[in-house]
């Protein structure tokens, strides 16, 4: 049921494109990093795990022929994302694109319990890295995309937020409200020419060494779906490079739910 798929996409529009991802250094986001790497992107892979994102960087610069910058980065801290905007423009004199895909999830853990099983401080950090973050990393690239009156925004969202799931409520609430902080912000820079979108992905197995609790997790959504596999994430690069380039030009303020047929919006 897991099985390989495509991880070469040529986009035009995409080479030489100066593009951020945070939580570029496991799951999901590394995925996203490779990619924008083989289409021809200068790649930034900031992570608060900077080893990580070293690593990613490196694999990019060893198998694509173009540039790659690791940068370790808190997203609940301002300052932090202030100087990771700096050190991109220091590096790159631009920001094309920012991909807001840090969250507490995966790699750093949630409590996966009923609403009364969350304590409210680990509420609090939650929101503090999947909700402050997101608005701190669109501050802290906004003055340079509306000075070069071009950039593209793409916030992550959850199939978890159209069904609703029982279990991690915080994660849940923190993952819709990306919706409606997108909406607001495209219409608040659409006259700067700034696109905001947000791409959902289904329920991914994006772990690097899954227990077989997590793999009966993933593989839980196989049979709900119209086309019966697990995602990987791999499956959600081909969207994520459609929304990052000119061939979405005149989208914003849109969700894609990429989950292979699981929910209809
Ligand atoms: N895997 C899924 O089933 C799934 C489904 C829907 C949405 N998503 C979303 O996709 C994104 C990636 O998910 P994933 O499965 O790869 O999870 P993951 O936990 O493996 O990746 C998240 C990344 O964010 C980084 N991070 C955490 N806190 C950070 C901080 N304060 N500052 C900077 N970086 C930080 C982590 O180190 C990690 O590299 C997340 O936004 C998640 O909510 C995942």
Not at 90 to 97: A, E, H, L, T
Not at 110 to 133: F, H
């Amino acid at each position: 049921m897991i099985r390989s798929v495509q991880t070469t996409f040529v986009i035009e529009g995409l080479k030489d494109k100066v593009v951020i991802i945070t939580g570029g250094g496991h799951g999901i986001g590394k995925a996203y990093c490779l990619g924008f790497g083989r289409a021809g992107s200068r790649v930034i892979s900031a992570d608060i795990d900077g080893t990580a994102a070293e690593q990613v960087a490196s694999q990019i610069t060893k198998e694509s022929a173009t540039q790659a910058l690791a940068i370790a980065v808190d997203v609940a801290d301002e300052p932090s994302t202030k100087a990771m905007a700096a050190q991109v423009l220091n590096r790159f004199g631009r920001i094309d694109v920012l991909i807001n895909n840090a969250a507490i999830f995966a790699t750093v853990p949630m409590n996966r319990g009923r609403i009364e099983t969350i304590d409210p401080a680990e509420w609090d950090q939650l929101m503090a890295v999947n909700l402050r973050g997101l608005f701190f990393c669109c501050r802290a690239v906004l003055s340079t995309m509306r000075a070069q009156k071009s950039g593209k925004i793409i916030n992550i969202a959850s199939g978890t937020v159209f069904a609703g799931s029982p279990g991690r409520i915080h994660y849940v609430t923190s993952k819709a409200a990306t919706i409606g902080f997108s909406r607001t912000l495209a219409r608040e820079v659409g006259s700067d020419n700034i696109n905001v979108n947000v791409l959902a992905p289904g329920n991914t197995l994006s772990e690097e060494n899954p227990s077989e609790e997590t793999i009966r997790l993933r593989q839980s959504s196989a049979g709900l779906r119209a086309l019966k596999r697990v995602q990987v994430p791999q499956d959600v690069v081909g969207a994520m490079l459609f929304l990052a380039s000119p061939l979405s030009d005149f989208m914003t303020g849109q969700t894609v739910n990429v989950d292979g047929g699981i929910s209809f919006l």
